[in-house]
């Protein structure tokens, strides 16, 4: 879910919840009601400037419409609407509107029309009981970033795609999720429109295009014999050497970038077990993980397939085929030397299936053996650049109740089980132990079974966030495994006196943090941490509980 | 070397016996110079690869110098495709005279062949671009914007769409990689207060507020909604031409799809689509956006005009169920009850004839659609026979192709009426089909002479003496390097060969165009596997006029 369609769905909530509200709050034989003026400006949140044209709306139920209480057979009252467009000062302007409780929305292209955090009253909840006529509603405009795409000898590039990426901090963890992307013009001009709040990090690949298929005894050649690196700006070999481009919304940015083009190098092989009727797909991982888009074809009656205009390197192919409500994908690495890979077989079969045993150990809160204790299990991709939402493929199951992960493509997968009555002793695969790295690298053919021990009970964090002042509610903690950071945490959130209570925690040694506010914290990677000045505590916990922990708030005093 | 159009290329990619490299050790040099095709300068930093059509050898790489030229030192003996990119410039082929079409001419290396002093004419390419935008000068963004080029298509003269695009946030499209020609334009779209755009829902203010049956009219180049008032662009290489489009706001109506719940359309992901789209220049169809309404296509603001409402079900790259109606809609909203049926299910096996014809076999099967412009390719299996997934309800014709040793003698079904050859599949249901190919196909090659020495690219045309209505029958091929032609695949009959110079915008299928030819090129009888080698020897150039 990108952050338009999360702001779409807090919109139908929070109308959800406000009908609600409403319906609560009628009143049986309501008089009739009055009506007032709503009217105001909106203003470029950034320059202050009036914006003309911009379509403003009222929604709501007026008190009238009201569901009258004691009468549940009758109809939901309808939704009511007002719409305008502001005038060349940006003014806009509604009449006779019944008293009641209106939200106000506005948009415009060129404007985000979700509201930055304090921006009232764009979607805030207004109680109209008498007429208003000085709302000033702000739109912060969006960021538009074009440029252009040429190689060495300052001729256009076209066909090369331009992502706009943006690092977002999810549990602990830094990922960079593409925001956007635009492919280049036969100018190599690119625009990236409507871009929501950043910075953004820009990333120039190859050309990104469907698997081509052919059908006969040939598969006719692709390849140009030129291929580029990608490059992050402005002239990055990689992602953790890029710099973001500066946030400036409402302004267009200009990122040119310069390619060096180079002999390139093809990939050519044969699938086998597909299905010669259904599209492939073929991909390409580079060594970082990170995908490569190339000119992909495959002869389906022979099943040759090339990869074409790659840089010389070390990749892995990647083929998907959708047959009958199953996916067959299978994979390879390849080392591509300057002239090229040949010979590489390619096997497709329907992802593996990962058995996993659950044991519970120890004894209950009643001093009794525990009781089966249900667990769920979730393989998480491993990805450097989120482009689509990946779910995690996951059950639920306990030690009666043997389960099994059906269908897991190849590929790295984070494991990660979760229990609410004990914590995990012991997560193997094979001779894996998941404990010390919990990435499992999924190949094709079977899977080691998951050995999963979860130990009822564990022992009780507690203690209290400290600051300088202010309100601790909502204060985020958790504590980090000093054995690997990529450990699952345990967390929990302060009351408002900075208090805590973190339970069923393994022992072991731990580095605890909180912090507050919209803001993330990477508490995963112990170096960001160093470089933002976040020490945390450390905290050794044994089999007893551990209390009056004092945890010092990132950043200080709360807000 | 090209056949004509990109069907027939595809048709005859692999119909490559003649075409594999000599079993003579010798190489060759292939060289000449790149010039720009409108000024006659030298063009340096252009990418030249040089395939051989079976690919048996894999391709070969050069840039030009800053003279312009360019050269592979040791080319084996065969026939090969010679190609060209620079950044600016399209990919095009040697010997191509517009990038329109797929025509080219292929180099022939071998003893007593001059490679060496060719001239690669680049064609610069042509663009069209624009910004749509409302009445009031505000942006249409996702507006859908066709291209329509007025032009030779299967070999006769037509106008049909050769690209589309969607305008970007800010109203803005580009058509690049243009050939020269004549092209219309045309533009649909909504107000961007009242649309959000494909696969989007329609927010909250748009269900019943006062915008909701705003809508913009189409609008044809140079802004006017008759197609039969749209003025072609003229392009010619290497031009930019700018086309505006200001779509009026009107009052229109809401056209809802009630696509019913026994076909489980999910608008949502895109595995179900509805389109709108009314006539546009020259029986073609102008689009509108697609969006949606609570998940259900809602076509807002539409106004009052007759329409083609039509809803599928995407399975893969292909609809597995359909639907179409035809519409008026006038000043009030509409929903229009339209349930996708069940797609026509073609499955069937080509006989080979006579049987027994050793390891020649077909790769593919190809449904050329006479309704509309869709063809689909399908691989035959090993034992001949073929499943395809559900094809659209309008008439076919159906070849297997992929050895030049074989000609289509026809197509037969019990289960479907075929018409002079056409597979009508507007009755739907489960077809069989049997595809009846020779292996007695004729071939015909030769080279066209004038003055006793070869042509290169001029366009032999082979047509059929009396009208066969199979476009297949048709052969169009540009000379290559070395003067030579070839026609493989051919079915026997009665056969009239002769060329013209120019084959990029001729109309060989059209026999209105061909019936002067009929009587003053060569007649050519070809039996069953015969093959016959004929000279075809081409008129003197008529002495340029003086003019003063």
Not at chain 1, 292 to 305: D, L
């Amino acid at each position: 879910m990108n952050l338009r369609q999360t702001a779409r769905h807090a919109v139908a909530l929070a109308l959800g919840c406000f009908l609600l509200c409403l319906s609560a709050r009628a009143q049986p034989d309501a008089p009739p009601p009055q009506t007032f003026t709503l009217a105001g400006h909106i203003v470029n949140s950034v320059t202050g400037a009036p914006v003309p044209r911009v379509l403003v709306w009222l929604w709501g139920l007026p008190q009238r419409a009201v569901k009258p209480e004691g009468n549940p057979e009758a109809p939901p009252p309808p939704v009511q609407t007002h719409e305008t467009l502001t005038d060349a000062s940006g003014a806009f302007r509604f009449e006779e509107v019944a008293a009641g409780t209106w939200r106000l929305g506005a948009k415009r292209p060129g404007f985000e029309d979700w509201p930055e955090e304090g921006q009232a009253p764009l979607d805030a909840r207004i109680d109209l009981t008498a007429s208003r006529e000085d709302l000033r509603v702000p739109l912060r405009p969006v960021t538009v970033i074009t440029g252009r795409v040429a190689d060495q000898d300052g001729f256009p590039v076209d066909g090369v795609t331009v992502q706009a990426l943006r690092a977002e901090i999810v549990d602990g963890r830094k990922l960079f999720h593409a925001y956007g992307w635009a492919q280049t013009d036969d100018r190599g001009i690119y625009r990236l429109s409507n871009l929501w709040r950043g910075p953004y990090y820009l990333r120039v690949s190859g050309l990104s295009a469907r698997t081509r298929a052919v059908f006969g005894r040939v598969l006719p050649s692709q390849a140009t014999g030129e291929s580029f690196r990608p490059v992050y700006y402005p002239t990055s070999p990689d992602l953790d050497s890029a710099s973001p481009v500066n946030d400036a919304p409402g302004q267009e940015l200009h990122a040119d970038f310069t390619i060096s083009m180079q002999a390139g190098a093809s990939v050519h092989g044969v699938l086998r077990s597909f299905s010669a009727s259904q599209p492939v797909k073929l991909e390409l991982d580079n060594a970082a993980g990170e995908a490569v888009p190339a000119r992909t074809e495959i002869n389906q009656s022979t099943g040759e397939f090339e990869i074409a205009d790659v840089a010389p390197g070390s990749y892995v192919v990647k083929a998907s085929q959708s047959v009958r409500d199953e996916t067959l994908s299978g994979e390879a690495p390849v080392t591509l030397a300057p002239g090229g890979a040949s010979g590489l077989t390619l096997e497709l079969a329907p992802g593996v299936e990962i058995p996993c045993r659950i044991r519970v150990q120890g004894q209950g809160e009643d001093g009794e053996p525990a009781a089966d204790v249900p667990a769920s299990i979730a393989l998480e991709p491993v990805v450097k650049i989120e482009t689509a939402i990946q779910e995690p493929i996951s059950s639920q199951g306990g030690e009666n109740a043997p389960i099994s992960l059906h269908n897991v493509p190849p590929g790295k997968y984070r494991v990660e089980v979760s229990t609410s009555t004990g914590y995990i002793a012991q997560l193997q695969a094979g001779s894996k132990d998941l404990l010390q790295n919990p990435v499992l690298t999924v190949t094709p053919g079977t899977a080691p079974t998951l050995d999963i021990v979860i130990q009822a009970g564990g022992a009780t964090v507690s203690g209290r966030v400290q600051a300088a002042s202010g309100n601790l509610a909502g204060a985020f903690i958790v504590l980090v495994s000093a054995r690997s950071p990529d450990l699952p945490v345990v967390d929990a959130v302060a009351s408002p006196d900075g208090s805590f209570s973190l339970s069923h925690v393994a022992p072991g040694s731990y580095r605890a943090y909180a912090w507050r506010g919209r803001a993330q914290l990477e508490y995963r990677n112990p170096s960001a941490m160093a470089l933002a000045g976040v020490e945390g505590v450390e905290v050794e916990v044994g089999s007893s509980d551990l209390k009056d922990v004092h945890v010092p708030l990132a950043g200080g005093s709360a807000q | 070397m090209k056949p004509r159009s990109a069907f027939f290329a595809t048709i005859l990619a692999s119909l490559a016996p003649w075409l594999q490299a000599s079993p003579l050790s010798e190489t060759y040099r292939v060289a000449g110079v790149v010039v720009n095709s409108t000024t006659d300068e030298p063009v340096p930093k252009v990418r030249l690869i040089l395939r051989s059509p079976d690919n048996r050898t894999a391709p070969e790489f050069a840039v030009s110098s800053e003279n312009g030229r360019f050269v592979f030192s040791a080319v084996p003996a065969g026939k090969f495709r010679l190609t060209a990119t620079r950044r600016g410039f399209a990919s095009q082929s040697y010997g191509q005279s517009n990038l329109a079409d797929a025509l080219g001419t292929a180099v022939v290396t071998g003893p007593g062949l001059d490679m060496q002093h060719l001239v690669f004419r680049l064609i610069p390419p042509a663009a069209i671009s624009g910004r749509v935008t409302d009445d009031h000068g505000d942006p249409i963004p996702r507006g859908f914007v066709g291209l329509y080029r007025d032009g030779v298509l299967y070999g006769k003269r037509r106008v049909f769409e050769t690209q589309f695009t969607y305008t970007n946030d800010a109203g803005e499209y580009r058509f690049p990689g243009v050939g020269a020609g004549s092209y219309y334009v045309a533009a649909a779209g909504q107000p961007w207060y009242v649309s959000n755009g494909p696969g989007i829902e329609l927010g909250a203010p748009n269900a019943g507020g006062s915008f909701a049956h705003l809508g913009c009219l189409p609008v044809f180049y140079p802004n006017t909604s008759d197609p039969n008032a749209a003025s072609p662009i003229v392009l010619r290489p290497g031009e930019e031409a700018a086309a505006d489009l200001v779509l009026p706001t009107v009052p229109g109506a809401n056209v809802t799809v009630d696509a019913g719940s026994s076909a489980s359309l999910d608008f949502t992901s895109g595995a179900g689509v509805a389109q709108l789209s009314m006539e546009g220049v020259g029986g073609t169809r102008l689009y509108w956006p697609p969006s949606l309404d609570a998940g259900i296509p809602m076509f807002p603001g539409v106004p009052p005009g007759r329409y083609r409402l039509s809803v599928r079900k995407n399975q893969g790259s292909l609809p597995s169920l359909s639907g179409w109606q035809d519409i008026e809609v006038g000043s009030s909203d509409m929903e229009v009850k339209l349930a996708p049926g069940s797609l026509p299910s073609v499955s069937g096996r080509v006989v080979i004839d006579p049987p027994g014809s050793g390891s020649v076999r077909p790769y593919w099967i190809s449904l050329r659609s006479e309704d509309s412009l869709f063809f689909y390719n399908h691989p035959i299996g090993p034992n001949g026979t073929f499943q395809l997934p559900p094809m659209p309800p309008e008439r076919f014709r159906v070849y297997a192709g992929g050895s030049s040793a074989l000609y289509n003698a026809g197509v037969t079904s019990d289960t479907a009426p075929v018409v002079n050859g056409v597979v009508d599949l507007r009755g739907g249901g489960d077809v069989q089909i049997l595809v009846h190919v020779s292996a007695e196909a004729a071939r015909l090659h030769g080279y066209a002479l004038r003055g006793g020495k070869p042509v290169p690219g001029v366009f032999v045309v082979l047509a059929p003496r009396s009208d066969t209505h199979d476009p297949i029958d048709y052969r169009g091929f540009q000379t290559d390097a070395d003067g030579s032609y070839d026609f493989p695949g051919l079915r026997p009959g009665q056969y009239v060969l002769f060329a013209v110079q120019d084959g990029s915008e001729f109309e060989y299928a059209n026999p209105t165009v061909l019936r002067p030819f009929l009587a003053s090129g060569q007649r050519v009888d070809l039996a069953a596997s015969a093959t016959k080698e004929i000279n075809l020897t081409l008129p003197e150039p008529k002495p340029r006029t003086a003019t003063r």
